[in-house]
């Protein structure tokens, strides 16, 4: 059973995976929160679900980069409820943005996406956005003021992997 996304309690955390090639001088660099050309969402990982620690093991062994000595992995830690709480802004006016926080646990039970939503349509790299945001401000800059905010709201943790 999948569950809606509003159940991912605002209490709960989600952590991204990070590769070493993301921090700098004990510094999380912007390029952690980056949506790639083809990605529509942030994978994170949600440590509440049971399977995480597999979950985790999986991804990191399949993913090297990922890994940051034998025994740990470098991870992003956020809160849900900060991650639903960036508002960007064009001046005074707050923008039609949501940032949402899905289960997308089709393979890894524990798997979770950050979306950016404007009016319920997924905000994209180079995709135009609907008539509520202002005609000067591009998916491109939204997308950069979300990692901005990621960056902010969140802090490096290392798990264990075993």
Not at 60 to 75: A, G, L, M, R
Not at 93 to 119: C, F, Q, T, W, Y
Not at 131 to 143: G, R
Not at 149 to 157: D, G, M, T, Y
Request: proline share 3%; glycine share 4%.
């Amino acid at each position: 059973m999948t569950e809606e996304p509003s159940n991912i309690n605002d209490a709960e955390n989600v952590v991204r995976l990070i590769s070493s090639e993301w921090i700098e001088d004990g510094y999380l660099l912007n390029a952690a929160f980056a949506l790639t050309p083809r990605e529509n969402y942030l994978s994170v990982l949600r440590p509440i679900i049971e399977s995480f620690n597999n979950d985790l093991l999986f991804l990191v062994t399949k993913h090297k980069e990922f890994k940051s000595d034998d025994n740990h992995c470098q991870t992003a830690l956020l809160e849900v409820g900060d991650i639903r709480n960036i508002k960007i802004e064009n001046g005074t006016e707050i923008l039609n943005i949501d940032v949402a926080v899905e289960p997308r646990d089709k393979n890894l039970k524990s798997h979770a996406g950050i979306i950016v939503k404007s009016n319920g349509q997924v905000v994209v790299h180079g995709r135009k956005l609907n008539d509520s945001i202002p005609k000067d401000i591009s998916a491109d800059d939204i997308l950069q003021e979300i990692q901005l905010e990621l960056r902010e709201i969140s802090c490096l943790k290392q798990y264990r992997i075993a």
